[in-house]
């Protein structure tokens, strides 16, 4: 189900945290004893080297993709990489949902959908985002597109590795149309 809402503040301050925390106390809904949300996971990618990254994102995408798929002794096969969240904005309110990756080639990322769908209706805006978080692997791969009857056209291609202390490897592919050619840059985890 798409997530929806409206934004409020949250508390910023360590006062209005406790007050947060104390009125959190009295909420009705039960969460399991010791379900932890802060958890934090100790991320350890294979390194992202910035002179071997190849000129263009695609063909980086498919090792990764293949990487997800096929298991080696250093690190486990990834279940269902081909799902992906796809997020849609209609008058400025966003909705995302996961759906299958059915195919990447050097243009975008395709997928099947129904035409009546909301999300069908909101990618004729021509703009969407999708996002891959491949966690057995601390990888996750995000874009916003452009939209192409039921291709994605990514103008934008991040590849993010996970690392220990989070000190996350991250490089952005950008170009500034789905013709021109990419440019690559580091940028901080
Ligand atoms: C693992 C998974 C895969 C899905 N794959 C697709 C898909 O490929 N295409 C699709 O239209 N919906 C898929 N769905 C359903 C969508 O997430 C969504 O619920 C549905 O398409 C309606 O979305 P909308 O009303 O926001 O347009 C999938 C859901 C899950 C959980």
């Not at 298991?71 to 759906?99: F, K, N």
């Not at 039921?150 to 000190?167: D, K, M, N």
Request: with cysteine; aromatic share 10%.
């Amino acid at each position: 189900m798409p997530h929806q809402g409206i934004l409020s503040p949250i508390a910023r301050t360590a006062a209005a945290a406790e007050a947060a925390a104390a009125s959190s106390a009295t909420a009705t809904i039960a969460t399991p004893t010791g379900f932890r949300l802060t958890a934090h996971n100790q991320y350890n990618a294979t390194r992202l080297d910035a002179a071997h990254l190849p000129a263009d994102p695609f063909p980086l995408f498919r090792l990764w993709l293949h990487e997800a798929l096929v298991p080696t002794h250093a690190q486990p096969a990834v279940r269902e990489p081909e799902a992906m969240t796809l997020s849609t904005a209609a008058s400025g309110i966003p909705s995302s949902r996961v759906v299958l990756l059915k195919e990447v080639d050097d243009r975008g990322f395709l997928f099947y959908t129904n035409y009546e769908s909301r999300k069908a209706h909101e990618l004729e805006s021509g703009h969407a985002a999708l996002s891959f978080y491949w966690r057995e692997v601390s990888r996750q791969v995000s874009c916003p597109p452009h939209w192409g009857g039921y291709r994605v056209v990514p103008t934008e291609i991040e590849f993010w590795a996970g690392q220990p202390s989070r000190l996350h490897d991250r490089f952005v592919y950008t170009r500034p149309d789905t013709t021109s050619t990419w440019t690559v840059e580091r940028r901080a985890p």
